[in-house]
């Protein structure tokens, strides 16, 4: 009995010290991998502007390298004059033919929005709710707070799926504080001054969401005008106000709004889209693929045909003055910014080497969230890239 009973000690504390040396060990290998190599371990996302990076550090992985792709070469712009005639097919897509520049239309209707005095809404001397009305009998509604004594300025903020225009209470304090106005805006169906059924001759009455948009696309109408239409409306009313500077941000699908909103409309100086947007090649491939592919305005082939997500983000950013921020969540949620150095160099080095196109690009990360949901790091570094403009 003695001997077993020593058998099993002996087996024991063998074990125990094979599996705390493993777990050691692994701890040591991994505080020495940097991340970069973590990610490339589950999948190599490779481009022109990070192959010596990647040779220079990891020259192992040359070889699984030589057949990927060059992100570069999704870049079809050459310069100014070229940015200006994609800009126009957008436009001539999205209103279905109708005109090659942006429409001149104004919000329907504009009446006055009761105010609280508190949280953030405390620094705004009125408000009015923006009525946008189009096809189908849809209509959605954003909000404009002005502040006392308003400066020429304006920021419009676009939320996203959760309807999080209420948020950022940090953010829209800031932008009143600094005397600009205040835009809060929704997405198509997600505001909740807005219905979601409408009567279509097709369908009869269907209820309409992200998954189903494309059930209302014809020959000679596209969804895409649900999101671009308000957003243009509310520029032309602060345009028709006196205001000329003009800088939006947006969350999850409200920052996919502001990169949309961006590249059709110049005036819009400075976006910022926060965990809202990245091209097809790295969002196709994390595990939130699925959810996300599913909304209509990530997969409408025919916009993308005319300009690819990095060909907006670069028509975003362009112009003297202007510049575009993406903002994302370093590890986790939807959009996986460990990935943006696979596209943020490539637009960069594009402005740079268009002498006369302007504009920068630029890509900051946050880590203080674990999914795709509000984090006061992303609303501090939108703060602080509004403060590059708004205090000039």
């Known amino acids: 009995m003695i001997r077993r009973r020593n058998l099993y000690v002996m087996f024991f504390l063998g074990l125990s010290t094979f599996v705390i040396g493993g777990i050691t060990g692994v701890i040591i290998f991994h505080r020495h991998i940097p991340d970069e190599l973590i990610d ?24 699984s390298l030589k057949e990927d792709m060059d992100v570069a070469s999704l870049l079809t712009l050459s310069d100014e004059a070229s940015a200006r005639a994609r800009r126009s097919k957008l436009i001539s897509y999205i209103w279905s033919g109708q005109t090659n520049d942006l ?55 676009h939320a996203g799926h959760k309807g999080d225009a209420f948020s950022w209470e940090k953010l829209f304090s800031y932008v009143l504080k600094s005397r600009c106005h205040l835009i809060t805006m929704f997405m198509p169906f997600e505001s909740p001054f807005d219905g979601n059924k409408i009567s279509t001759h097709k369908y009869g009455t269907i209820v309409v969401n992200h998954f189903t948009l494309s059930l209302l696309k014809t020959d000679t109408y596209t969804p895409m005008k649900l999101f671009a239409q308000p957003i243009i409306e509310v520029v032309n009313e602060l345009d028709r106000m006196g205001i000329d500077e003009i800088d939006m941000v ?40 699925p959810q996300t592919i599913l909304d209509f305005e990530q997969t409408d082939g025919d916009l993308y045909n005319i300009a690819n997500f990095i060909e907006l983000y670069t028509l975003g950013a362009m112009g003297n003055g202007r510049s575009q921020t993406h903002i994302l969540l370093y590890r986790g949620g939807v959009f996986v910014g460990r990935y943006g150095f696979l ?15 302007g504009g920068e690009f630029s890509i900051k990360l946050y880590t203080d969230a674990s999914e795709h949901d509000f984090s006061k790091q992303a609303e501090d570094m939108a703060i602080e890239t509004l403060k590059e403009h708004i205090q000039r």
């Not at 009446?111 to 849809?138: N, V």
């Not at 920052?255 to 910022?272: F, H, M």
């Open 250 to 289: 947006g969350f999850s699908g409200g920052g996919w709004s502001t990169t949309l909103a961006a590249a059709l409309e110049p005036r819009i100086r400075q976006s910022i889209s926060i965990a809202g947007s990245m091209p097809a090649f790295i969002l196709t491939n994390t595990k939130y693929s």
């Open 103 to 157: 429409p001149k239309t104004l919000p329907a209707k504009k009446k006055e929005f009761p105010l609280t005095d508190e949280g953030w809404m405390a620094h705004a001397h009125k408000a009015s709710a923006l009525r946008h009305e189009q096809e189908f009998g849809i209509t959605t509604n954003s909000i404009l707070y002005s502040p006392e004594k308003p400066r020429p300025c304006a920021v419009i903020y």
């Open 40 to 63: 490339y371990r589950d999948r190599v996302m490779a481009a022109r502007s990070i192959k010596a990076h990647i040779e220079n550090h990891f020259p192992f992985m040359r070889p």
């Open 343 to 357: 596209y943020g160099d490539v637009i960069q080095d594009f402005l740079e080497s268009c002498q006369e196109c």
